[in-house]
């Protein structure tokens, strides 16, 4: 079964696209030459991400053990935080468009009254103070009627 693994490439001192744009040839003939399946390489505002396929995760670290791949992973924009590596599809595989709002799932309660004992918030107030058994007593006489 092929395995799907991740390069992100963030902006830093340059942009990741002039990045890809010197070395993704390269990067994508190295994939090739060792055995990817498949690849895709996928622009942003933030970076770039190289989707790259292989039959097996032995292939894949063979490819990522080259000299010409660590090499041009080692001149991405930003050295220190600009490049994730992962198994899996891009993570902004999320839909492109922002989802429209809609109505809360739930049970479709409603508030019920407050009881006719209770006049007002005050009353209210000190019903939830007074102990748990009062309390109980209350809402049983109230829901009785």
């Known amino acids: ?32 030459a060792g055995g990817a399946l498949d690849w895709a390489w996928h622009h942003h505002d933030w970076g770039v991400i190289f989707e790259v396929s292989f039959p097996d995760e032995a292939t894949w670290e063979r490819f ?41 799932a739930g049970s479709g309660a409603a508030a019920l009254p407050l ?10 107030w000190e019903l939830l103070r007074e102990p748990l058994p009062r309390r109980i007593g209350v809402a049983t006489s109230v829901c009785a009627r």
């Open 1 to 32: 079964m092929a395995i799907w693994m991740s390069l992100e490439i963030f902006d830093g001192d340059t942009t990741a696209s002039s990045w890809a744009e010197i070395f993704g040839d390269a990067l994508t003939e190295a994939a090739l």
């Open 64 to 104: 990522r053990a080259t000299p010409l791949v660590g090499a041009t992973l080692d001149a991405v924009p930003d050295p220190v935080s600009g490049l994730l590596v992962y198994r899996g599809r891009g993570g902004s595989s999320g839909r492109p468009i922002p989802r429209r709002p809609r109505p809360f």
């Open 115 to 124: 009881p006719e004992e209770l006049k007002g918030p005050r009353d209210l």
